[in-house]
C-alpha cells in the first residue's frame, strides 16, 4: 500500500468532500432562499400580531399584553422552526437520491474500489468486504475478498479486519448521517 494507495483514497475523500460541498451548497442557497422569504413572513406576522397585543393591552393588564405578545413571538419561531425542518428533511431526501443515482451511475465503480483501497489500507491485508451483491463482481475482480452478506445501502461498503473485531463503514447513508447532524447544527444556527 504505496504513494498510489493512498493518493486514490486521498483523491476519493476530496471527490466525496466537494460532492457532499456541491450538494450542501445548494442546499444552503435553496435554505437561504426559503429563510428569507420565511423571515419576511414571520417578521410581517409577528408585526400584526404585536399591533393586535398592544390593542388589546389598552384593554387589559399589562401582565395579559406580555403574556399575548410572548405567545405570539412562541408561535412565530415553532413556526419557523418547523418550515426549516421540513425543509431539511426534504432537501435531505434530494441528496439521497442523488447519491443513489451516482451508485447506478457508470462512474460508482471507480468509486467503490477506491473506497475499497482505502479501507484495506486502514484495515491490512486479509480485510473481508460487506456490499451489495452487485457489487461483489466489481470487488472480486479487484482482488478484493468480500463476505456472503448482501449489504442493504444506497452504496459503498463495510468493512472489516481479519479477526472482524474492527470495522469501517463507508456506506454513502453512514457518511451522509455522520455529516447530517453537523449540518442540521450549522442550518438551526443560522435560522435564528
Do not use: P
Not at 18 to 47: C, P, W, Y
Amino acid at each position: 500500500m504505496g504513494a498510489e494507495a493512498l493518493t486514490g483514497a486521498e483523491a476519493l475523500l476530496k471527490e466525496l468532500e466537494q460532492k457532499k460541498a456541491n450538494g450542501l451548497s445548494a442546499v444552503e442557497h435553496e435554505f437561504q432562499l426559503k429563510m428569507k422569504e420565511l423571515t419576511e413572513q414571520t417578521d410581517r406576522k409577528i408585526a400584526e400580531m404585536e399591533e393586535n397585543a398592544k390593542k388589546e393591552a389598552v384593554s387589559k393588564s399589562f401582565e395579559e399584553s406580555s403574556r399575548i405578545l410572548g405567545s405570539a413571538k412562541l408561535e412565530a419561531k415553532r413556526k419557523l422552526f418547523d418550515a426549516t425542518e421540513k425543509m431539511m428533511n426534504s432537501n435531505l431526501q434530494l441528496f439521497q437520491q442523488a447519491l443513489h443515482d451516482y451508485a447506478e451511475g457508470e462512474a460508482y465503480a471507480d468509486s467503490l474500489v477506491r473506497i475499497a483501497k482505502y479501507a484495506a489500507k486502514r484495515l491490512g491485508r486479509g480485510m473481508v468486504i460487506s456490499c451489495r451483491m452487485k457489487d461483489k463482481r466489481i470487488l472480486e475482480g479487484k482482488g478484493f475478498k468480500t463476505s456472503d452478506e448482501d449489504l442493504q445501502c444506497i452504496g459503498g461498503i463495510i468493512a472489516y479486519d481479519s479477526t472482524r473485531n474492527l470495522s469501517l463503514d463507508l456506506r454513502f447513508e453512514e457518511l451522509l448521517r455522520i455529516k447530517e447532524e453537523q449540518v442540521r447544527a450549522e442550518i438551526m444556527e443560522k435560522a435564528h
